[in-house]
């Protein structure tokens, strides 16, 4: 089983429009979790932090479910530049290193 | 700042040849990761070193690969005799020591290709 697991979508919205993405991951011992950005042919991104208690950055809502070890990255009012390859994130205690899901395209449309 | 900075951003390889790959961390970060990105696929664990401290290279995927990382800071990726399959986007990453210690900063890439 994959340490971290998302839909790859693409998710195809339009302008304005609410969005959410969720990915599980596999390690219930799991401390740090992540959201990151990446655009086409870019590197990844740091888009957020996600805290136990959830956390808000503007347009994006980041929440940790540790019942059900999932993580859910949540955009308002999409905007045409949020158009990217969302990257779930997550650092197993103990670990050194990141494990990334393959990531969830989204496409905001005008 | 200056962010973390990769060379070469593009290299063409014949299969076989060795190539080195470098890493210029962001000043300050203790913590400097390699992974690579195939086409599609989601970031792969390839080295990490923290400071002087022993790299955990767990994510070697053979002994063709190494890195090293000279003065705890600029780092070398080298893959001797490079096979196709090696050819994906080689990513370098560097975080700061302290509580943010796991939000990493990643360079643009080497994209490598082996023909």
């Known amino acids: 089983r994959k340490e971290v697991e998302q839909d790859p979508g693409p998710f195809n919205v339009p302008e304005g429009a609410t969005v959410a993405f969720n990915c599980t991951y596999s390690?219930?011992?799991?401390?740090?979790f992540f959201w990151y950005r990446q655009d086409c042919r870019k590197e990844p991104k740091l888009l957020m932090s996600?805290?136990?208690s959830g956390n808000e950055d503007g347009r994006f809502t980041a929440q940790l479910n540790r019942a059900s070890q999932y993580i859910s990255l949540l955009i308002r009012d999409s905007k045409l530049s949020d158009s990217a390859t969302y990257l779930c994130?997550?650092?197993?205690?103990?670990?050194?290193?990141?494990?990334f899901g393959t990531g969830t395209r989204l496409t905001v449309i005008p | 700042g200056a962010g973390v900075s990769q060379s070469p951003s593009n290299k063409v390889t014949e299969k076989g040849k060795d190539v080195e790959l470098r890493c210029d961390p962001i000043?300050?970060?203790?913590?400097l990761y390699w992974y690579r990105q195939s086409l599609g696929q989601g970031l792969e664990f390839l080295i990490y070193?923290?400071?002087?401290?022993?790299?955990?290279k767990s994510g070697l995927p053979s002994d063709r690969f190494s890195a090293e990382r000279t003065g705890g800071s600029v780092s070398t990726l080298t893959i001797q005799r490079t096979q196709q399959e090696d050819s994906a986007v080689y990513l370098c990453?560097?975080?700061?020591?302290?509580?943010?210690?796991?939000?990493?900063?990643f360079g643009p890439g080497t994209r490598l290709t082996v023909t």
């Open positions: 990453a560097s975080s700061s020591p302290g509580r943010r210690s796991y939000e990493q900063y």
């Open positions: 390690n219930s011992a799991s401390q740090s």
């Open positions: 996600v805290y136990s």
């Open positions: 994130v997550v650092n197993p205690t103990g670990a050194n290193n990141l494990f």
């Open positions: 000043s300050g970060h203790t913590a």
């Open positions: 070193f923290q400071g002087n401290s022993a790299p955990d």
